[in-house]
């Protein structure tokens, strides 16, 4: 425990991250194998790791670079879909189905990342309510695209048609995207040890790189983009970056979103999405990223289990967000929320302190 107080206030709160979603994983997986928990429930497991993912990459836009993006599920959307395709293609050349998601998140990652190059080049250089437009745009954008697209596979390898599946030109195959009505028969390989995988790597990838000499120089251009750019800093290269790599990992949350369903529609990925994601970083605390977490997995599971609230569950959740909001926006609350912490911190030290005290006591009275 001392060497834990002696490490860096940084150190020891990425310690605290990583624990909490590790605990939370335990935890989760020993419930799941005792049945304790509603099928319900368990399946929500996978799209819960799916929104942290979406919940971190998006804390690195938001929070980090301090840029609104409000496209981030047409990241998310390239992801899906390219990964079912990519899983769909190494159905026969690669037996092992971890090996074969772990490819096709890769992918899909990929292909993500080089939508945000194409998007980030000219979308960074707008700041505030311009860049909010222009990327709300191009997630409407990417699922109009998605309703028009149709993908088939057969044995010589995959048609693209934006027309219909006819003009696929396949005598015979499997469609695996169908313009509006989506993609079917998924292969389900998502799990929630991958979606664990997923998310750890998520935190590794964002917490190195924020607290890295990149991280500084971007939440630099942040905090003063002018007096960053008179230090010499490329104000265009690290928003990129953080815009890129934020793209990258919403594309592989993607694909574990999507191969955790037998079918997907591109209309799942629209603007509500966007804002849904949004209201998880927002609500976790801006360039929180350990709130993002936190945040993201109440608000999954909270609609379901208001389920038997009937009408009222939404009205019940959004009655519940908007107390969360004005509580940690309130000094008064958050006043009393820092003194409970302190007592919780100092606890320990008033127990040892107590003990001596009593030994002290104790020695004096066998005198």
């Known amino acids: 425990m001392e060497k834990f107080r002696n490490l860096n206030k940084t150190t020891r709160s ?25 099928n319900s429930l368990t399946g929500l497991l996978v799209p819960i790791c799916a929104y942290i993912c979406m919940a971190i990459s998006l804390n690195l836009v938001v929070g980090i ?6 496209g981030h599920a047409g990241f998310m959307s390239i992801g899906a879909f390219s990964g079912l395709v990519v899983a769909a293609c190494l159905r026969s050349a690669v037996a092992s189905d971890p090996l074969r998601l772990a490819i096709s998140m890769l992918v899909a990652g990929v292909f993500a990342a080089v939508a945000g190059i194409l998007v980030g080049l000219p979308v960074m250089r707008l700041h505030g309510d311009y860049l909010a437009i222009v990327t709300l745009a191009f997630g409407e954008i990417i699922k109009n695209l998605l309703n028009n697209l149709y993908v088939g596979l057969d044995a010589r390898g995959l048609h693209f048609s934006m027309t219909d599946a006819k003009a696929l030109g396949m005598q015979s195959g499997t469609i695996l995207i169908n313009g509006p009505q989506g993609a079917t028969g998924i292969d389900k390989l998502s799990t929630f040890v991958s979606g664990f995988a997923l998310v750890i790597f998520a935190l590794f990838v964002v917490l190195n790189l924020v607290n890295s000499r990149t991280g500084r120089a971007i939440m630099a251009v942040r905090d003063n983009r002018i007096a960053a750019e008179s230090v010499g800093i490329n104000t265009m290269k ?31 990925f629209d603007f509500n999405t966007s804002i849904l994601i949004l209201v998880f970083v927002v609500l976790g605390g ?25 009408d009222y569950r939404m009205l019940i959740y959004a009655v519940v967000l908007i107390v969360v909001m004005i509580v940690s926006n309130n000094s008064k609350a ?3 929320l820092r003194g409970i912490r302190s007592r919780v911190r100092n606890r320990p030290d008033d127990m040892a302190a107590l003990a001596a ?3 002290q006591q104790g020695g004096a009275q066998d005198e």
């Open 286 to 310: 801006m360039g929180n990223i350990r709130g993002g977490v936190i945040s993201a997995a109440l608000l999954t599971i909270l609609p379901e289990q208001l389920r038997f609230m009937g």
């Open 334 to 336: 958050q006043e009393f």
């Open 357 to 359: 005290d009593a030994a």
């Open 238 to 268: 690290y928003r990129l970056i953080a815009f890129v790599v934020s793209a990258a990992l919403a594309g592989m949350a993607g694909a574990l979103y999507g191969m955790n369903f037998s079918s997907i529609v591109p209309k799942k």
């Open 65 to 70: 670079s301090g840029e609104l993006s409000l």
């Open 14 to 38: 990425n310690i605290i991250t990583y624990g909490i979603v590790v605990v939370s994983f335990v935890v989760m997986q020993a419930l799941v194998m005792a049945g304790a928990i509603s």
